[in-house]
């Protein structure tokens, strides 16, 4: 009878019974190649979780519930709602996550909350209109669009029809982006 070189010939004994075969060097070399594989896809799948955990918990700190300002980005929305007449218009998240935004900027200075009438007024006043192919205008005055961005936020602030004074006086409290410009950002 041959030996074969992939088969070992040591057994493990217990009690005098055999139990099973050493393995070869090779097959041990393959099962530290598999188990290695499953560690990477374990820790893949881990890094993965931790990362849906992070964000997870990134939006319930944004939620309206966890907001320490959330009464003041209600009266926002709801001035909205009265000036630009939406009455039945929800405070959905992507509303007041827009106008949470704006409240949180804090460099180079916080907008007050006179910069949100005017930016409301302004929508009132001179909201972006887009005719339609049936003949009727849509009208874009959403407070999400309003408060989109600090441009956007601007440019309806610039609309808003008030006197000189007014304008100076949110002018001068208005944050300006670049920080370079002197006197009213308008």
Known sequence: MKKN???????????GQVVGRIPTLKECL???DELELTIADLER????????????KAELDRTPAHYDRADEVESIINE???????????SDFKRFDAVRRLLDVVRPRPYPRE??????????????????????VEVFDDIELVCRSAAHFESFIKRAPRSS??????????PDP?????????
């Open 5 to 15: 070189a992939d088969q070992p010939s040591l057994y493990v004994l217990s009690e």
């Open 30 to 32: 393959a099962k530290i």
């Open 45 to 56: 799948e881990r890094r993965y979780q931790r990362a849906q955990i992070r964000k997870l």
């Open 80 to 90: 909205w709602r009265v000036v630009c007449n939406h009455p039945n218009a929800r």
């Open 115 to 136: 910069a949100f009438s005017l930016a409301i007024l302004g929508a009132h006043h001179d909201p972006r209109r887009k005719q339609r192919l049936n003949g009727t």
């Open 165 to 174: 004074a007014t304008r100076t006086t949110v002018a001068s409290t208005t």
């Open 178 to 186: 670049a920080g370079t410009r002197v006197g009213p950002s308008f």
